[in-house]
C-alpha cells in the first residue's frame, strides 16, 4: 500500500478550527485579501483550506493559489500573515501553500461566483 496516499474517506483538505473565538475575526482578516488579478478576495476564491488556530493563539493557514505559476506566489503567504497578526490575540502566524488538492472554480463562494459572472 502506498503510504503517502490519503486514507479512503479521509479529508483533503484539514479541517479548521471553526469552533475557535478567533476564528471569525481570521475569516475576516482573510477577505482583506485579493489576489490583484481577480476582484474577489482570497477566502471567498477558496484559496484558504485550513485555518488552524492553538490554545495559546498561534495560527496556521494553508492556502493555495489559483496556478502554481501565480505572479504572486511569492507575496501572497505574507499578505495574509500581515492580515492576520495584528488581530488581539493572535500570537504567531505561519502560512503554508500547498498545491493539493488543486484549486478549482468549484471552491469558490457563491458570492465570489456571482461577482466574477459565473452564476
Do not use: Q
Request: net charge negative.
Amino acid at each position: 500500500m502506498n503510504s503517502s496516499a490519503p486514507l479512503e474517506g479521509a479529508p483533503l483538505i484539514k479541517p479548521s478550527s471553526t469552533d475557535h473565538p478567533l476564528h471569525e475575526a481570521i475569516v475576516d482578516a482573510c477577505r482583506s485579501v485579493f489576489d490583484p488579478e481577480i476582484p474577489v478576495n482570497i477566502f471567498d476564491l477558496g484559496l484558504i483550506y485550513t485555518i488552524e488556530i492553538a490554545d495559546d493563539g498561534a495560527v496556521g493557514i494553508i492556502m493555495t493559489l489559483t496556478a502554481p505559476g501565480c505572479p504572486v506566489a511569492g507575496e501572497m503567504p505574507g499578505w495574509v500573515a500581515d492580515a492576520i497578526e495584528p488581530l488581539p490575540g493572535v500570537k504567531s502566524v505561519d502560512v503554508e501553500l500547498t498545491w493539493e488538492p488543486p484549486w478549482g472554480m468549484d471552491m469558490m463562494s457563491d458570492e465570489a461566483r456571482l461577482e466574477l459572472g459565473f452564476m
